[in-house]
């Protein structure tokens, strides 16, 4: 699943610990549907959290 940014920007994004692909809940928050690991990231785009 691609997740987006608010600033628009898109991409697949994988959990470290279980490789996982990560999904947003309805706040825009990144987390793994696997392990339940919560994530915070840097946007590459904007630079801004995830």
Known sequence: MVVQHTCGFKREI???????????D???KLYCP???RRLAILCPHCGKLW
């Open 26 to 28: 309805t706040r825009g």
């Open 14 to 24: 994988f959990c470290r610990e279980c490789g996982t692909e990560l999904i947003q």
């Open 34 to 36: 696997r392990c339940g």
